[in-house]
């Protein structure tokens, strides 16, 4: 049975945009919010977590020392004294810093899903926030810790890095869909 011409109007309104672009009729959804929060906010957490390491070796000479400092949230003054690879501080660190960056993430993700516009701008500005809060809002016990670890460039470098990862999870999204 040979099918009937669409109006053209409704040809355009099924045809995909540009990479990033949301539909109209497509509504907000926080399951795709956390979902995406996940892998964007994964990405983040390693990448920043690279960048601290990094930044501790060169700094203190002790490669976990900047993620042990974030278990300070669990086990307070000492955890900004570790400097070797433990469960007690380095996987509690890094589960803090983990669940730190999907928190963030899930704001970015958010933001994306109803303005999908200018994502590299976007992440940044969290990534900017993340900092005020860390810094400038919560007591120093729940700040990331790692500030006691590496210098201030470090400090930049790493927020840095976790906007790179939030957007670089934004642009994989993208490659997969083509």
């Given at each position: 049975?040979p099918?009937?011409?669409?109006?053209?109007?409704?040809?355009?309104?099924?045809?995909?945009?540009?990479?990033?672009?949301?539909?109209?009729?497509?509504?907000?959804?926080?399951?795709?919010?956390?979902?995406?929060?996940?892998?964007?906010?994964?990405?983040a957490?390693?990448?920043?977590?690279?960048?601290?390491?990094?930044?501790?070796?060169?700094?203190?000479?002790?490669?976990p020392?900047?993620?042990?400092?974030?278990?300070?949230?669990?086990?307070?003054?000492?955890?900004?004294?570790?400097?070797?690879?433990?469960?007690?501080?380095?996987?509690?660190?890094?589960?803090?810093?983990?669940?730190?960056?999907?928190?963030?993430?899930?704001?970015?993700?958010?933001?994306?899903?109803?303005?999908?516009?200018?994502?590299?701008?976007?992440?940044?500005?969290?990534?900017?926030?993340?900092?005020?809060?860390?810094?400038?809002?919560?007591?120093?016990?729940?700040?990331?810790?790692?500030?006691?670890?590496?210098?201030?460039?470090?400090?930049?470098?790493?927020?840095?890095?976790?906007?790179?990862?939030?957007?670089?999870?934004?642009?994989?999204?993208?490659?997969?869909?083509?």
């Amino acid at each position: 049975m040979p099918r009937r011409p669409q109006p053209s109007h409704q040809r355009r309104s099924q045809q995909a945009g540009p990479p990033g672009h949301q539909h109209a009729h497509q509504p907000f959804s926080w399951t795709r919010v956390f979902r995406r929060a996940l892998v964007s906010g994964s990405l983040a957490s390693v990448v920043s977590t690279a960048v601290i390491m990094a930044w501790s070796r060169r700094v203190d000479g002790a490669t976990p020392a900047g993620t042990n400092a974030a278990s300070q949230w669990v086990w307070d003054r000492p955890a900004r004294r570790a400097r070797g690879w433990t469960w007690r501080h380095t996987a509690v660190g890094y589960a803090i810093h983990h669940a730190s960056s999907v928190f963030w993430a899930t704001m970015f993700e958010a933001w994306r899903q109803r303005h999908p516009t200018r994502p590299l701008a976007k992440a940044s500005a969290v990534a900017t926030l993340a900092y005020v809060v860390d810094y400038h809002v919560v007591p120093p016990r729940l700040s990331p810790g790692f500030e006691h670890r590496i210098a201030r460039p470090g400090m930049l470098t790493t927020y840095a890095a976790f906007a790179l990862g939030l957007y670089l999870a934004g642009l994989h999204r993208r490659g997969l869909r083509r």
